[in-house]
């Protein structure tokens, strides 16, 4: 396997590598990056070089970051994360925030979590053994996931952790989890330009949703686009990969505004769309600025019809959260709706509504944590082991026969195949499927596959 680890802290990106149980390609094997050690921790927060800004951090959460991180671990030769497994039992985490501005968004992937564990136990467990959870809350805070994540690892010894959503909350925790070789399982769709040993990203690489929607988006809008975001890695990089996209294919970017996370006065931006006049807004704010920004660009006359817009961080969820109405007929751009077509995705909605009340959604992300739990498994599974390092060994070519089809782990990056699916929001607050790629994607983070790419990593 040939990873490209980032220490994804930093704002550049440093090509690293990996093994795996198959040996990397001709001219595509790159070392192991060394796991930092305290001191490098420590000199990497005072410098500045984790990328504090990048990450959307104050300046009191950024010397709290700084503070969790330096105390990561000892010097060179600090202690690996240990798995507490009994005869009967094994631990695994699961670290989401369950309060704060990202709530509304990363609970209901708690809950499928949760609902997965418990599938699993009841057929048996795994290699013997019943799954035990711990939970923690991130609280929307970058610097108390980072935390949670050494508790989770070096105090409470899980297997594996499920969590995170924002790729601020995921690089605030990498370092942790590099220091201690412990095991991420992201599920959210993200920027890409980052690889690492020591997470599974589950969710869309930018080649299986971001690329695509803007594709199709100006091919049946228009090529004028209006780029906003919330200000952190995640929209910043997806909109640098949109720009090269944009000069490329010819579109026009006719505006690009950011706002803080949890900002809710649009009124400013909402008049800037306005004057730019673009085909469609590519949409990259994350948590409940989105109930803002959808219900003040609707309360300002501002329809689908008038304006598209296309979201990459608002699915089925936070629809529900935010009021079909004021979505109806804008897109999004996912590999998973609670509408797709599969005998597995009729299976998964009835046990998710089942177990938490038929008003309930499921979602992209939702079923992304459903399906890491499941996968974590069979990987362990077919390592016969709990150890990281025999089940990353083990994972690549891992199938699960999804909600959204068939998912396999990519043993060349710890990305998944995913099938790409663009949809419109309706009126009953499920999003329609309007088209689908034919096949699962390879996962392309670094994309690789593009010419007009080669300069962003």
């Known amino acids: 396997m040939a990873i490209r680890a980032t220490n994804a802290a930093t704002a550049a990106v440093e090509r690293g590598g990996g093994s795996d149980a198959a040996a990397p390609e001709a001219g595509n094997a790159r070392p192991r990056a060394a796991a930092p050690t305290r001191r490098a ?36 030769g600090a202690a690996q994360a240990s798995a507490d497994v009994t005869d009967t039992t094994v631990k695994v985490g699961i670290m989401h925030s369950l309060s704060g501005t990202m709530a509304m968004s990363e609970t209901s992937v708690r809950d499928a979590e949760l609902l997965a564990i418990d599938e699993i136990n ?8 019943q799954i035990e959870s711990v939970v923690e809350d991130g609280a929307s805070d ?9 508790k989770l690892l070096m105090s ?3 297997a594996a952790v499920f969590g995170c959503w924002t790729s601020a909350s995921r690089k605030a925790v990498l370092p942790v989890f590099e220091q201690y070789n412990g095991l991420l399982w992201y599920p959210v769709q993200y920027e890409g330009m980052e690889s690492s040993q020591n997470i599974f990203y589950v969710g869309a690489a930018p080649n299986q949703q971001i690329v695509p929607a ?13 780029l906003l975001g919330s200000d952190y890695v995640f929209p910043r990089t997806a909109n640098t990969v949109i720009k090269a996209q944009a000069a490329a294919q010819g579109y026009e970017i006719v505006g690009e505004e950011y706002t803080p996370m949890g900002h809710t006065d649009y009124a400013t931006v909402i008049n800037k769309i306005r004057a730019a006049s673009p085909d469609f807004v590519f949409n990259t704010l994350n948590g409940d600025s989105n109930v803002s920004f959808f219900k ?10 008038d304006c598209m817009t296309c979201s990459v961080s608002v699915a089925e969820e936070e629809v529900a959260g935010i009021g079909a109405s004021y979505l109806e007929g804008h897109m999004t751009s996912w590999n998973y709706y609670e509408t797709t077509s ?8 009835a046990a998710y509504k089942e177990r938490y009340g ?6 992209d992300p939702i079923e992304a944590g459903y399906c890491a739990v499941h996968l974590w498994a069979a990987a362990c599974e077919k390592a016969g082991s709990f150890d990281v390092d025999a089940v990353r060994a083990a994972a690549g070519g891992v199938t699960f026969r999804a909600p959204e089809g068939l998912m396999t782990i990519d043993g060349d990056n710890q990305h998944m195949y995913k099938t790409i699916r663009i949809g419109r929001v309706n009126a009953d607050g499920l999003i329609d499927e309007v088209w689908a790629s034919d096949e699962p994607l390879k996962p392309d983070p670094y994309l690789d596959g593009y010419a007009w790419a080669a300069d962003l990593s």
């Open 296 to 305: 003040q660009l609707r309360d300002s006359g501002i329809t689908a019809d």
């Open 358 to 363: 038929a008003d309930r959604v499921t979602d």
């Open 122 to 129: 009841a057929a048996g467990g795994v290699l013997g053994r």
């Open 41 to 76: 921790f420590v000199k990497a927060a005072v410098a500045g070089t984790l990328g504090a800004a990048a990450l959307g951090l104050s300046g009191c959460a950024q010397s709290a970051l700084a503070e969790a991180l330096a105390g990561a671990g000892a010097d060179e």
């Open 156 to 158: 409470d010894h899980v």
């Open 214 to 226: 803007v594709d199709y988006l100006a091919e049946h809008y228009g090529p004028r686009i209006f």
């Open 142 to 150: 970058n610097a108390t996931f980072a935390e949670k994540a050494q």
């Open 342 to 349: 599969t005998a597995e995705n009729d299976a998964f909605v």
